[in-house]
C-alpha cells in the first residue's frame, strides 16, 4: 500500500511539473535615464534662442515592461499573449495617455509550421524601421524628421507573422477604425484604419526589408498629412562585416493631396522623403561606436532638414550598459525640423503646451548621457 501511495505521489508532482513546463509568463523591461543638454530652443513668444538641461526618460529607448506568456497547445501550436506599457523613469507617469498597455496588448496562436496570429493593439508596422537605423529610432534619429509617424500604435489590429523560408519572412497588419465609417476611427482614437506589408530577406552578409503602411486620419478617414495621415515606403539594408554594420534607408510619404495647413504650421507639405545612411562598429563585446546622417525634404515649401549623430554605448553587465549621444540637425530657410519628433508648428508656447521645434532656417543641437538596465 505504501508503494502505490509513492508512485501515486510521484506521478500526481509529474503532471504538475509537465503542466508547469507546458505554459509560462515572462516578467520583461526596459528602465532609461539621464541627462539632456539642448540648445537651439525658441523663446516662449516663438522667437529667439534659448538652452536647457534636463532630466530625461527614454533617449536611447523607451523605458517600459511588460508581461508575455505561452501555452502549448500540442501539435506545434501555442496560445501567446503580450502586455507592455511605457512610462516615465523621471517621473513614474505611465505613457500615452496614461494608459496602462498603450504599446502592445495582444493574444493570439503561434505555430512554428504556419507563423504567428495575433489580435489586439500593436506597434505600426512602419516600426518596422527600427532594425535599420543605426540608432534604432532613439529620440534622436529616424523618427525625429517624419515627425514621430514611425513610432506610432494601432489599437484593434489583426496581424500575421509568417516563418522563414529559405532566408525570405513575410509580416502583414490590418488595424480596424471601429467607426461606422470604413476609413475613420472611432471616437478619440489617435489613428483611423491602418494597415500594412513587411517582407524581409535575411542571410549572414546582409538583410533587406520592404514595407508599405498606410494610416489614415481618424476625423474624415483621409490621408492628409504625410506625417500623421499618409502612405509610406520604406525600402532599407542593413550589411554584416565583422566588426562593422552598415546600414542606409529611404522612405517616402505621401498623400492623396488636398492637405490643409495644420493651425499654425509654416507650410503643408503633401509628401516627404527621407534617407539615411550610417555604421556601427563593435570595438568591442561591450563598446560600439555610432555615426548617422538623416535628411529629409519636404514640398510645398516644407523645407529640408539635417541631422548629422555620433554617439555609442558600453555594457557593463549583460543587462545595463552606459550610453552617450551628440547630435545637431540643421534646417532650410523654410524648415524647422528638431531632434525631437515634434509634431508641426512654430515653437514656443502655443495652446499653453511647449514645442521644442526651432525657429524656421535656425539649427538645434543636444547632447545626452544615460544609463539603461533591462530585466
Do not use: C
Amino acid at each position: 500500500m505504501k508503494s502505490k501511495k509513492t508512485l501515486l505521489a510521484i506521478a500526481l508532482m509529474s503532471a504538475g511539473a509537465v503542466a508547469h513546463a507546458q505554459s509560462s509568463v515572462t516578467l520583461y523591461g526596459r528602465l532609461d535615464a539621464g541627462i539632456e543638454y539642448m540648445n537651439g530652443l525658441p523663446g516662449n513668444n516663438g522667437t529667439g534662442h534659448t538652452s536647457r538641461f534636463r532630466q530625461e526618460s527614454g533617449d536611447w529607448g523607451t523605458s517600459l515592461w511588460g508581461l508575455k506568456g505561452v501555452e502549448d497547445l500540442g501539435g506545434g501550436t501555442k496560445a501567446v499573449f503580450q502586455l507592455e506599457g511605457a512610462f516615465s523613469t523621471a517621473t513614474g507617469s505611465l505613457g500615452l495617455n496614461g494608459s496602462l498597455f498603450d504599446r502592445i496588448a495582444n493574444v493570439g496562436l503561434s505555430n512554428d509550421q504556419f507563423g504567428t496570429f495575433l489580435m489586439g493593439r500593436q506597434l505600426q508596422i512602419a516600426n518596422g524601421d527600427w532594425d535599420f537605423d543605426p540608432f534604432g529610432q532613439s529620440n534622436w534619429s529616424s523618427a525625429s524628421l517624419v515627425r514621430g509617424r514611425n513610432w506610432e500604435h494601432t489599437s484593434n489590429n489583426i496581424s500575421y507573422q509568417s516563418p522563414k523560408f529559405g532566408g525570405v519572412d513575410v509580416y502583414g497588419e490590418y488595424g480596424l477604425g471601429n467607426s461606422t465609417s470604413f476609413n475613420e476611427g472611432a471616437p478619440g482614437a489617435a489613428t483611423g484604419r491602418t494597415d500594412g506589408l513587411q517582407v524581409t530577406y535575411t542571410n549572414s552578409l546582409f538583410q533587406l526589408r520592404g514595407i508599405y503602411d498606410e494610416i489614415r486620419d481618424p476625423i474624415n478617414g483621409a490621408l492628409d498629412n504625410p506625417f500623421t495621415a499618409s502612405r509610406e515606403y520604406f525600402a532599407g539594408a542593413n550589411l554584416f562585416l565583422g566588426k562593422f554594420k552598415v546600414q542606409a534607408a529611404y522612405t517616402a510619404e505621401r498623400t492623396s493631396g488636398g492637405v490643409l495647413t495644420p493651425a499654425g504650421s509654416p507650410s503643408a507639405p503633401t509628401t516627404a522623403d527621407m534617407e539615411w545612411g550610417g555604421v556601427t562598429y563593435q570595438a568591442t563585446p561591450a563598446a560600439a561606436l555610432i555615426a548617422a546622417v538623416y535628411h529629409v525634404n519636404a514640398n510645398n515649401g516644407g523645407g529640408n532638414a539635417t541631422i548629422y549623430t555620433i554617439g555609442g554605448s558600453y555594457n557593463i553587465s549583460k543587462r545595463t550598459l552606459f550610453d552617450i549621444q551628440i547630435a545637431s540637425v540643421h534646417n532650410s530657410s523654410t524648415a524647422n525640423f528638431g531632434l525631437d519628433a515634434n509634431s508641426e508648428g512654430p515653437g514656443g508656447l502655443n495652446d499653453g503646451s511647449f514645442n521644442e521645434n526651432p525657429v524656421p532656417g535656425h539649427s538645434q543641437t543636444g547632447v545626452y548621457a544615460g544609463i539603461q538596465h533591462s530585466f
